[in-house]
């Protein structure tokens, strides 16, 4: 009996807070912005000797509280497909996930202090820890911890009283270059995105 007002006052005190934050958060500027596109994944070295390139999505979240340094998050999802030319026993790759924290630094293309109708540049380095399945289970970990480096352009632009983002970027990610199966390659490819965010 005596969990019960603990659960009310806690569930009270989060409807509160959730009431707050919806009532106030409109009324600052938001530095945070969520990202949703597609993706093309190039494998290369023994990644390519059995695997074709693939077509996923990602989704990111950033902050944009500090001019020319942003960081985040991003989740890359693609289904792997093999290559005509294997044989058809082979074990090749099939899915492909990965949850990467993100840094960025930024070079604004115009001397305006505000985002609206402006293009940015910037180079980003992502941490990976990834998950790349085979199509059937061996003994060997899936998991891995690797890197990646790349560059991009942005667009900001403002649509319905909201801010937008349209980026395209393309880097060179080595998702289990750290960490990984002592059985399994090294998993190298070229990730290429065109994503959509908007200021939250």
């Not at 026993?89 to 070079?107: G, H, M």
């Amino acid at each position: 009996m005596q969990n019960v007002p603990k659960f009310g006052v806690s569930m009270t005190f989060k409807t509160v807070l959730l009431v707050f934050f919806l009532i106030v958060y409109p009324s600052f500027s938001s530095p945070f912005y969520l990202f949703l596109g597609g993706t093309n994944i190039i494998p290369t070295g023994k990644f390519k000797e059995i695997n074709k390139t693939s077509l996923g999505f990602n989704i990111s979240f950033q902050e944009r509280s500090f001019c020319n340094l942003w960081y985040g998050f991003r989740i890359d999802v693609s289904r792997l497909d093999s290559l005509e030319s294997v044989p058809i026993n082979t074990n090749y790759f099939d899915s492909y996930l990965l949850f990467s924290p993100e840094i960025r630094y930024v070079f604004l293309l115009s001397e305006k202090n505000k985002y609206d109708d402006t293009f940015y540049l910037f180079l980003q380095g992502l941490l990976h820890f990834s998950s790349i399945t085979r199509r059937q289970e061996i003994d060997e970990s899936n998991l891995g911890v690797g890197a990646s480096l790349g560059t991009g352009i942005g667009f900001c632009f403002k649509l319905f009283k909201t801010c937008w983002a349209v980026e395209i970027d393309g880097k060179y990610s080595a998702p289990n270059s750290i960490l990984k199966s002592k059985q399994r390659p090294s998993l190298t490819n070229y990730n290429f995105s065109l994503t959509l965010g908007v200021n939250l």
